[in-house]
């Protein structure tokens, strides 16, 4: 019997619609297979909301994320907006819309790929075999704490924000982390700025007490200027990463550069009730509007969509081992091209994915 998923399509700025194109005709190919059916919605968010409502997250986009099985959502952004103050900005809607799904977790799966060895800046065997994944708070942090803003003070400009989280938020972050460490390789490495910060020595504190039932699991405790290190250091030692949502910002875009490429790198971002998936990397303007984006990172996401939301894991593997193929045929866009390898577009290589599917 088919089976029918409403997804709501979310393309965005930049090289957000190349992108999101690319994903749906993936999908497409891989609902026949499996008897799915998609039904999509679009909506405006970001900058194209900004200028067709003046709104970055207009409430009819979150009604329609809010009646979809998933969201599917590519960036957010653009120096056209650079301008606007910080609430009123593009990734204001990005941000809200994540608050409002309330999906408190961000789960960046970074793996090796060995046909992109040489892609990244690391040595060959430091990257080999690297398979972690950043599991980033999502929902709570300076991201969204409160006092924010800028004002004056003492006769000039002050700039502050807060980074604050409830015992609640890491709790739920942190036995998530130990029960996704259970089905991987039972190690979570929780990274914090305990030394200096006392958000972090609570963080630090409820992630040990969490610990406390899930002893099967190891648990290390890392701070946060010294896992950036590690990470390109002995990459192959993280499996799971839980941490706030700065540091996870931050350390998922290293994790990116680790394996190859941000374009090549998925996520999902869920809750209790809804989820969200979403490639790591930002709008790209640099190359958008060229038809060259790397598309992979967003087709990896609806791959998760179909893991998590759709639970057809198979599918999922079908479109993560047609990725593989199509690498180990030495097709690449620009963000991975080394020379010998087969330079295509965002366009070629989603036609080499689809036709491994
Ligand atoms: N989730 C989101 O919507 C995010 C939005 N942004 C926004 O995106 C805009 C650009 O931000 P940046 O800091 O430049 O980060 P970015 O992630 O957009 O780009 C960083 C670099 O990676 C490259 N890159 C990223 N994705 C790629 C892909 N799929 N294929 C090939 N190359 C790719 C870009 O060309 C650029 O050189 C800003 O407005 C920023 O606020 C940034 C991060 C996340
Ligand atoms: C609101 C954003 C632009 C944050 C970001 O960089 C991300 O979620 O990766
Ligand atoms: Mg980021």
Redesign the pocket.
């Known amino acids: 019997m088919k089976r029918t998923f409403k997804i709501a399509v979310l393309p965005?700025d930049?090289?957000g619609p190349e992108?999101m194109e690319a994903a749906i005709e993936v999908l497409n190919a891989v609902s026949k297979k499996y008897d799915l059916q998609f039904e999509y919605k679009e909506g405006l968010i970001g900058g194209a909301a900004i200028d067709a409502t003046g709104d970055p997250l207009p409430d009819e986009t979150l009604k329609i994320a809010k009646e979809s099985d998933a969201v599917l959502l590519a960036?957010?952004?653009?120096e056209k907006w650079d301008n606007l103050p910080t609430d009123k900005r593009p990734?204001k809607g990005?941000l809200r819309i994540r608050k409002e799904l309330e999906l408190f977790a961000n789960l960046r799966p970074g793996k090796a790929y060995t046909a992109l060895l040489d892609s990244s800046p690391l040595k060959e065997t430091l990257i080999k075999g690297v398979d972690l994944v950043v599991i980033r708070e999502l929902t709570g942090g300076i991201y969204f704490g409160e006092p924010r803003g800028i004002e004056e003070r003492k006769g000039e400009k002050v700039g502050f924000n807060t980074m604050i989280y409830y015992e609640h938020e890491v709790k739920r972050i942190a036995k998530l982390a130990f029960e996704i460490a259970r089905g991987r390789k039972k190690k979570v490495t929780s990274v914090d700025k305990a030394n200096v910060l006392e958000v972090s020595a609570l963080w630090r504190e409820i992630v040990t007490e969490t610990h406390s039932d899930y002893q099967d699991v190891e648990l290390e405790h890392m701070y946060v200027d010294n896992c950036a290190m590690q990470l390109v250091r002995r990459p192959k030692d993280f499996d799971v990463i839980v941490t706030g949502n700065l540091f996870g910002d931050i350390l998922s875009d290293e994790a990116g550069a680790l394996t190859g490429?941000?374009?090549m790198l998925p996520s999902a971002s869920i809750g209790e009730r809804y989820a969200l998936y979403?490639p790591v990397?930002?709008?790209?303007?640099?190359?958008a509007g060229q038809g060259i984006?790397?598309p992979i990172?967003m087709i990896l996401s609806a791959a998760m969509m179909l893991d998590i939301t759709c639970k057809v894991p198979q599918a999922a593997r079908d479109i993560e081992n047609a990725v593989e193929k199509v690498l180990n045929e030495g097709y690449r866009?620009g963000?991975i091209w080394s020379p010998g390898t087969k330079k295509v577009n965002t366009k070629e290589m989603t036609e080499a994915i689809i036709e491994h599917i």
């Open positions: 965005g930049g090289i992108i960036a957010v952004g653009g990734e990005l490429s941000l374009g979403e990397h930002g709008s790209a303007p640099d190359i984006a790397n990172a866009t963000d």
